[in-house]
């Protein structure tokens, strides 16, 4: 029916809401200022994203935090969210909608891949560049996940 999760590729594109850069971290809506101290830049985080200090070790209700610029909420903080791709090594040389491998592998297993932080684990210096695997048999109160569909042609 065309819904399905998202590759880690789009996952990050959607968080950074179409900021490519690669020199500044990028949060969910905020790029970060070399000028902020430490209390300026949670405060301003803490407008957009559910970190460590700020969620009381909860998830919290959707659209309770500003959105990026395009308009989606939480994609940093609050939940891990899981991916379609399972976990390997990113490589060097710039892609173009790559997707990981077609089957899982590990010395613990296959993973998949999840991105976003959980609201417990998730500080101020996790950006949206952050990645994890984790196998996709396991529950956890943290995990989430949301759905893509491909644009018409």
């Known amino acids: 029916n065309g819904y399905r999760l998202p590759t880690e590729a789009e996952w990050e594109r959607a968080a950074r809401a179409g900021d490519d850069s690669t020199d500044v971290r990028v949060w969910s809506g905020v790029t970060e200022n070399p000028d902020w101290d430490r209390s300026t830049m949670e405060n301003t985080l803490g407008e957009y994203v559910w970190l460590e200090y700020n969620s009381g070790n909860e998830m919290h209700p959707v659209k309770e935090k500003k959105p990026n610029a395009w308009g989606l909420y939480d ?23 790559p997707t990981g491998p077609a089957v899982g592998s590990g010395p613990w297993g296959p993973k998949r891949v999840v991105r976003g932080g959980a609201a417990w684990d998730c500080g101020p210096n996790q950006s949206v560049a952050y990645r994890r695997g984790d196998k996709p048999m396991e529950t956890h109160p943290f995990r989430g996940f949301r759905v893509v569909r491909a644009a018409d042609d």
Do not use: T
């Open 75 to 97: 994609m940093i903080g609050n939940a891990w969210e899981w991916c379609w791709d399972w976990e390997a090594s990113i490589g060097e040389e710039p892609a173009i909608d």
